[in-house]
């Protein structure tokens, strides 16, 4: 048996009523042990206007923001065509092909999730959820979308708490960036 692996993140998304919310608990765990209770997991990019959040292994990551930092500079902010080029990089390139990460980017306009298969994928509803406890914080995001008033940044909160009390890795210290 290898060395016990870091995981553990939730990334939650929403984009409501002319608002975009990108949230992120903040636990690390290395194998069952808890190890960190306050990572980052959110940039901002491209002067503020941009938002993105990882999933995965924390030097990917790194790497991977980087990389698409210089695809929206190079791409005046285009938050499309940005994502489609690091997917196709990502897929393609060796180095980056083996990184162990997933991301979400949004703008105002549009939500993304971006991975190193080359997949590109909108969602249908602007709610997109990352990580261990993501297809949990999915689920309560697209019920409180459906049946409450609450903004995208309250939305994004309330999805974390939820998934936060029934995934083992994923805390409630949350951080969350709004645009």
Known sequence: ?????????TVVCIRRSGRTALAADGQVTLGETVIKQGARKLRRLYNGQVLAGFAGSTAD????????????EE????????AVELAKEWRTDRVLRHLQALLVVADKERIFLVSGNGDLIEPDDAIAAIGSGGPIALAAAQALVRHSDLSAAEIAAEALKIAAGICIYTNASTTIEEL
């Open 1 to 9: 048996m290898g060395p016990a692996s870091i995981k553990g993140t």
């Open 61 to 72: 990551a790194f790497a991977l923001f980087t990389r698409f930092e210089a695809k929206l």
């Open 75 to 82: 791409f005046r902010g285009n938050l499309a065509r940005a």
